[in-house]
């Protein structure tokens, strides 16, 4: 393996899933400016997931559609037939 090809600076940082409040702590070298605490009484830096394990209908076998930011009315809107 090359030297020096991945970063030292991992951290402890919660995950959390934004769309059912799921939380997992984990290792990241991700930013965060906003902080929370875990269980065991510590604050760590929160990175913030729109869809995670625990919300993905592949992993959850529920078909759910996850419509963020309007995303599929913008492809209706920017498709639309000319009348």
Not at 6 to 20: G, Q
Not at 35 to 41: I, L, Y
Not at 48 to 61: A, C, D, Q, R
Request: no cysteine.
């Amino acid at each position: 393996m090359k030297q020096g090809l991945h970063p030292d600076s991992y951290r402890l940082v919660i995950f959390k899933d934004m769309s059912n409040g799921t939380m997992f702590l984990s290792r990241s070298t991700a930013y965060s400016k906003e902080t929370e605490k875990w269980e065991d009484g510590n604050e760590y830096p929160v990175i913030k997931l729109e869809i995670s394990n625990t919300s993905h209908p592949f992993f959850t076998g529920k078909n759910v559609l996850v419509d963020t930011a309007g995303r599929i009315d913008k492809f209706k809107k920017k498709y639309a037939k000319k009348a």
